[in-house]
């Protein structure tokens, strides 16, 4: 009798346990309360910055910020917009394409008149007049739409998402991207490159068409910025980052549900960014040093851009060149494009530092390693070197050359069909970074962690912050998961 009450009080105990909540419902609830908390709490007039103090008092980008900007650079506004965008698809729930759409209107208010962004977007009425934006800014205001460091490329991304989410039906950012794509197209060179940022578009007349050469002579001593960032530009990848918008445009708008304007613009995008494919053709340097310079002078020669940045051979940028002419020739099976690679991959192969990786900055023609010292004096020592700015970067050679191995052995008919992405599967990987993400947020839906606020300090205490980065992060983890369980029910 004994037993039988204890195996009833047993069963009893168990069976009024909670069931344990599925895995995928955790995974929406985290990824609809994060978003929301980003949305009502973080953003400003749908625009995001980098990083905020756990209060959200103190906030920076790339700088201190204030209460009314936002930040283009990314992780800035366009990628948390396209975050927001990877989850409504992951979902099919419209409150994230609402909480993306206030972010590409954040983006449309933020385009100054020369067509693109500058790295800041600033919401106060006031303060907008000091720039040249087209909704409330001044004719007289600053107008430099910037290549550098992704930031226009990264809203013409993001943009370009959301005008195909919405079928090419809001007519605000329809026209924004069909100006920002037309003023890119003019502020292109003749010989297919762009300058890091622009506030008027070049006279063709101006600029001849010539192949990279090594100048006779250069100054070992800094001469002043010139003005380099209206130059031919590589640095921080900003060509490559150019060309791949200029793709996705060309994908995006050449649907015919974008219209005849957007597919005859779609067309000119992508004789664009073949045009920038056929100026790193020519930006390669010839012998002994077989590669690309970070910047160009209008002879193509390697030039001085910043006081740390001197004329050279880059075994920093030429990998982002590679590996963009390896996505041309996929998408337009022009053999040319793979043409350069196995030259530079030689030259890189002999020219790894003894630890194995590669110096930033090859002397031209001698192929010597160049540093600076922390007072910016030019030296071949690497013993003093400032720590702001990696003088020795990995060495991707082998990868690269495997990539450029497959590719060479494609049929160019079998290129696209190589390209497209594999289907979303929930693996152990995934299910684990899913549980990580889950487990980080707090019951307001926040992802808090340690650390400071880099343009705040020395003084600034900040010990825990939000950011933007994190958020993506796990908004990406999230999403793909519950893409990975969409398409899981219907296979």
């Not at 993306?100 to 907008?128: N, P």
């Not at 100026?279 to 740390?308: C, H, I, S, T, V």
């Not at 192969?349 to 540093?371: C, I, V, W």
């Amino acid at each position: 009798m004994r037993t039988c009450v204890a195996l009833l009080a047993f069963a009893s105990f168990t069976v009024t346990l909670p069931a344990e909540t599925p895995l995928r419902e955790q995974a929406e609830k985290a990824l609809r309360r994060g978003a929301e908390f980003f949305r009502k709490e973080v953003a400003v007039e749908g625009s995001y910055l980098w990083e905020y103090s756990e209060d959200l008092a103190k906030r920076e980008g790339e700088g201190v910020a204030t209460a009314t900007q936002g930040w283009v650079q990314p992780p800035g506004t366009p990628s948390v917009g396209s975050a927001l965008l990877t989850a409504y698809e992951a979902t099919g729930d419209r409150f994230y394409l609402d909480a993306a759409r206030e972010t590409a209107c954040a983006l449309v208010r933020g385009q100054i008149m020369s067509g693109g962004w500058h790295y800041t977007i600033e919401f106060d009425e006031k303060s907008r007049k000091k720039k040249a934006y087209r909704d409330g800014g001044s004719p007289k205001g600053r107008n430099t739409t910037t290549l550098d460091d992704d930031t226009t490329q990264a809203a013409l991304r993001f943009l370009l998402q959301m005008d195909q989410a919405l079928g090419f039906k809001d007519e605000k950012i329809h026209e924004c991207l069909g100006y920002a794509l037309e003023c890119l197209l003019k502020a292109q060179y003749p010989n297919g490159a762009w300058p890091q940022g622009y506030d008027e578009f070049p006279d063709p007349a101006k600029f001849p068409v010539k192949k990279a050469s090594y100048p006779e002579t250069w100054s070992r001593t800094y001469p002043g910025h010139q003005n380099y960032w209206h130059r031919y530009t590589l640095n921080d990848s900003a060509l490559p980052d150019i060309i791949g918008a200029m793709l996705d445009a060309e994908r995006v708008w050449g649907d015919p549900k974008a219209g005849e304007k957007a597919n005859a613009l779609a067309r000119k995008c992508r004789a664009a960014a073949e045009k920038a494919g056929d100026f790193l053709l020519m930006a390669q340097m010839p012998e002994p040093q077989p590669a690309w310079a970070q910047q160009y002078d209008f002879d193509m020669q390697p030039a001085w851009a910043r006081k740390f940045e001197p004329p050279s051979v880059t075994g920093g940028e030429s990998f982002d060149a590679m590996r963009v002419l390896m996505r041309l020739y996929r998408e337009t099976g022009q053999r040319k494009y793979l043409d350069p690679i196995p030259r530079a991959l030689d030259y890189f192969r002999r020219s790894r530092l003894p630890d194995g990786r590669l110096a930033r900055f090859y002397e031209l023609k001698t192929n010597k390693p160049l540093y600076f010292t922390k007072d910016y004096q030019l030296t071949y020592d690497d013993g003093d070197m400032p720590t702001h700015y990696a003088f020795k970067v990995g060495n991707p050679t082998e990868s690269v050359a495997r990539e450029y191995e497959q590719l060479a052995k494609l049929d160019p008919a079998a290129l696209k069909k190589s390209a497209k992405p594999a289907p979303p599967k929930a693996g152990p990987a995934l299910i684990a970074e899913v549980k990580k993400a889950i487990a980080a947020q707090d019951a307001r839906g926040r992802w808090v962690e340690g650390g400071g606020l880099k343009y705040h300090r020395p003084k600034d205490e900040t010990a825990r912050i939000i950011s933007c980065a994190t958020f993506i992060h796990h908004v990406q983890t999230l999403s793909r998961y519950l893409a990975a369980e969409r398409a899981a029910e219907k296979r």
